[in-house]
């Protein structure tokens, strides 16, 4: 009930402001005037914002259900040993399109601040390669990981059917892909908070996500060429190239 109040509170400010109500015309005035910025920067980056209206639209559905039948849902979809060795591709898909109604609202904000810029300037492609690398490759790792944990030291009290689910591997990738634009002591100061906030986790709360972030990490690091020079030029190219070809038609 909450959500829908919220939809419906959305939707009747837009109404409000399109048709210049009283009380809404000093903000119809500002998005005349920062409506078009705005609309720009999220055309730029259509991937990202897809993602960000799913996910937005998963956690409506999947929080607006009974709690059992919620649990039970998300343990389907969960990147745990159990689901891995069954069906990997679809819980390897499905995990990252679920999130917390708290998580959503942060991604919305860390998506458009470090995601974002990274599409306006090397384009969706490689976006959504940086965001697979590090979801799958830091899902496996850890999964693996979780495998030799159970053949060294067996004790199946110790393992609990963790659910799994959420966007942090991706995001953690592309944050670190990040990096490799700006100044040098931009790219190092940047490089030293990514780094801590890792080890952090792993400090504060050490378990199988935090080390999963750490290796999503590294596995953003590694993955530099996926935005070096010549794929912003190659991107900006193909950008000019659309929008001429859209000016002649």
Known sequence: MITLALVLLVVGVVYAVEHGWPGF???GR?????GDPVKDWVRRAPLTYLYLVLLTFTT?????????????????????LHQLGINP??????????VSPIELAVWWIAFSLVVAPLEHRFGWR???????????????????L???EAQAFPNPDLIPERIDVGASYGFFALAALAT??????????WAAGLVAVAAGGMVLDFGWTAIGHAIAVLLGF??????NSDAAVHHEARVRARRLYEMEH
Do not use: D, P
Request: glycine share 8%; net charge positive; aromatic share 14%.
């Open 25 to 27: 015309r000093k903000i």
């Open 30 to 34: 500002w998005w005349l005037r920062r």
């Open 60 to 80: 409506w559905l999947l929080w607006n259900t009974n709690g059992r039948l919620r649990g039970a849902f998300l343990a389907e979809q969960s990147t745990s």
């Open 89 to 98: 591709v679809t819980v390897l898909l499905r995990s990252a399109m679920y």
């Open 126 to 144: 490689r976006v959504f390669a940086g965001f697979a690398i590090g979801h799958v490759g830091a899902t496996v790792s850890t999964a693996a």
């Open 146 to 148: 979780q495998m030799w």
């Open 180 to 189: 490799y634009h700006g100044s040098v002591c931009r790219r190092l100061l």
């Open 222 to 227: 590694a993955c530099y060429r996926l935005v």
